[in-house]
């Protein structure tokens, strides 16, 4: 099995910055897409961003050029830096992973960590 731990989140002042991170652990044979996740209070859950593991990004409109994906593969962990956020990007974050455990190196499983507060607040 493999576990996502999350950390980093918090309180922070519009227009500030917090950096997430998500440590892939367990059996692991390879780590493909990681990602983060978000949901509001009676929202679905939506894509944030997401980096495969050459190194590819991609992100949702609403925080591109603000929000930078990142990862780390000797690790297995990825970050997101936060920056200038807003009031409306407060949220549980999620991350999100597709691994290939050791026992099973050929098929791709899909993990989700804990979830992590950010609240934007003044």
């Known amino acids: 099995q493999a576990q996502l731990v999350e950390s980093g989140g918090g309180l922070v002042q519009p227009g500030g910055s917090l950096r997430l991170s998500c440590a892939a652990s367990?059996?692991?044979?390879?780590?493909?897409?990681m990602g983060w996740f978000r949901q509001r209070p009676g929202d679905q859950r939506e894509l944030v961003a997401v980096?495969?593991?050459?190194?590819?990004?991609k992100y949702a409109d609403s925080v591109k050029g603000r929000f930078t994906i990142s990862r780390d593969n000797a690790k297995n962990t990825v970050y997101l830096q936060m920056n200038s956020l807003k009031p409306e990007d407060t949220a549980l974050y999620y991350c999100?992973?597709?691994?290939?455990?050791?026992?099973?190196?050929?098929?791709?499983?899909?993990?989700w960590g804990q979830g992590t507060q950010v609240t934007v607040s003044s």
């Open positions: 367990g059996s692991i044979f390879r780590v493909d897409n």
């Open positions: 999100n992973a597709f691994i290939k455990l050791t026992g099973t190196p050929r098929y791709l499983r899909e993990y």
């Open positions: 980096i495969s593991d050459n190194g590819s990004t």
